[in-house]
């Protein structure tokens, strides 16, 4: 899909705020409410761009995470698309490099996520599984900062949560039809989790609408303390995810880059790091799943 600096403009909006209103989209970008409305539509029904609720993990009780570089006998696909149907598993892709799969899970506690590990290991197909036990997560687009302010106060705000992480652009109108109060009450619940920071509504776009279609998946080994160089890594514009992480490497992250010369370029800075003593890369050649709106937790 082809979009026009217009289209684009929408997007960075939404990816900042995607519960604004068509009035205050329309001032931004300057267009009327009707044709604001209608480039917001075309942009979720193409698929281009998804606006949903991402609830902060503390909420969901997810509170530990990994990332695992798979092997396999055979073909990797259909092990991709089997390990991409577990509720732990938001992140799911086939790779170039010495690993065919790479997935991350985020699960309860310590105890789900090795229950979860071994799961894998026992599915057919599978040879080998190499964790990273994720310790802090520095960068993440999908992870919000800080503590919840408030906490939910009873099944209704779980039903609201539910609702926008499915349509985040919701109107009050009908979320409050969905969720059984007035459109004044829903309002005020609504807003008052997402200002205390229980959950966002952002748009999810695919890289390549943005022009940034080529993911590199990198580890790091580091001497010394992790923590200086992951702030380092972090600073760098097309790096979108990090983590330090327990395993074969102290940092594990994502570049989203424009070209393959740009990938190469942000590989080549990492290395130019004193403290970095190793650099692992890895071409993201399809995105089986990446969801990390994942819903109430039923386990």
Partial sequence: MDLDETDL??????????RLTYETLAQQVGLSRPATRMRVQRLQETGAVRVVAIVHPAVRGLTASAHLAIDTDGASAPVAREIATLPQAPFVTLTSGRRSIMAELRTADATELERTIEHIRALKGVRRVDPLIATRHVKDPYLLGGEPAVTLQDATDD?????????????????????????GATRSRTLRLLEGGVAKVVALVRPDVLGMGYLCGFSLR????????????????RVTFLSTCLGRAELVGTITAESFAAVR????????????????????????????DLGPRTA
């Fill in 159 to 183: 039903r609201i949560l539910a609702e926008l992480e499915e349509d985040g652009r919701l109107p009050f109108a009908e979320l409050a039809a969905r969720v059984g109060l007035s459109a």
């Fill in 9 to 18: 403009a929408i997007v960075r909006s939404l990816q900042t705020d995607g």
């Fill in 222 to 237: 580091v001497d010394g303390a992790a923590a200086p160089v992951a702030e380092r890594v972090a600073r760098f514009d």
């Fill in 265 to 292: 370029t942000t590989l080549e800075e990492m290395r130019e790091l004193t403290a970095v003593r190793e650099v692992e890369s890895w071409l993201h050649l399809e995105l089986v799943k990446e969801r990390y």
